[in-house]
Every structure is written in structure tokens, then in C-alpha cells.
């Protein structure tokens, strides 16, 4: 399995972005997406969530400017970025958890922005965002 993303660039502020996160060789059906983002001198944070079995979920953040999808047919998962802004700057990263059967029977799902990094299992090398105001 891999991940690659692609789409970052610079904008300036009140522009979008969409970023893309390609799974190659990603082929569960029970899972968690979700997209990261890493600010200089920050903590990697969660900024939304996609589970496989319908929550979508955000950070406050962006909350109301960003949307999560996923193309199946495509194994791509999307960031739509609107409205963004200067403390949008970082290097956002997709990452996805591999749930083979009766995984998520035994641990239950934690797919929540809130969720710490480890429990994903792949995670892609990341594409840097840049906001200037």
C-alpha cells in the first residue's frame, strides 16, 4: 500500500485548494481516512476525518471551509481547502487505517479528527501548503 498526495501549492489568503491523496494497492473496504496537516514548530494535528461506514469529521478549524470526500472508484481521497488562510500553512499529510476482517468488530472506531496519529496505519509523504497574506 501507498499513498501519495499531491495538490499543495501557494495562494494567498481567501483561496482554495484541493489536494489529492492516491491509495495504490488499497483495497479495504472497512476503514478510516483522513487528512493531517503539519505546521513549522507544531504538533502534527487531524483536520478531517472520512469513515467507511459514513462520519465525516472536522477539525474546528476547518470546520465550514474544508470538505473530505473519497472517489472509490478513483481510491482517491480529496481535501477541498476554501477561505483559507496564513495559520492553514503546513504540510498536510492523507493516512488510512488497514482493517481487515473483523478488525473494527474487535476494536471498535476511533475515526475522528481528534484521533491521534498512531492509529492509522499508512500515512503518505505529504504535499506543503502555503497561505501568504
Known amino acids: 500500500v501507498q499513498l501519495e498526495e499531491s495538490g499543495g501549492g501557494a495562494v494567498q489568503s481567501g483561496g482554495s485548494l484541493r489536494l489529492s491523496c492516491v491509495l495504490s494497492g488499497y483495497t479495504y473496504s472497512t476503514f478510516c481516512m483522513a487528512w493531517f496537516r503539519q505546521a513549522p514548530g507544531k504538533e502534527r494535528e487531524g483536520v478531517a476525518t472520512?469513515?467507511?461506514?459514513?462520519?465525516?469529521t472536522y477539525s474546528d478549524s476547518a470546520e465550514g471551509r474544508f470538505t473530505i470526500s473519497h472517489a472509490a472508484d478513483k481510491n482517491t481521497l480529496y481535501l477541498q481547502m476554501n477561505s483559507l488562510k496564513p495559520e492553514d500553512t503546513g504540510m498536510y499529510y492523507c493516512?488510512?487505517?488497514?482493517?481487515?476482517?473483523?478488525?473494527?468488530?474487535?476494536?471498535?472506531?476511533?475515526?475522528?479528527?481528534?484521533?491521534?496519529?498512531?492509529?492509522?496505519?499508512?500515512w503518505g509523504q505529504g504535499t506543503q501548503v502555503t497561505v501568504s497574506s
Open positions: 472520512l469513515d467507511s461506514d459514513g462520519p465525516i
Open positions: 493516512a488510512a487505517t488497514k482493517e481487515g476482517a473483523g478488525y473494527r468488530e474487535y476494536y471498535g472506531s476511533r475515526c475522528h479528527s481528534d484521533q491521534a496519529g498512531e492509529y492509522f496505519h499508512v
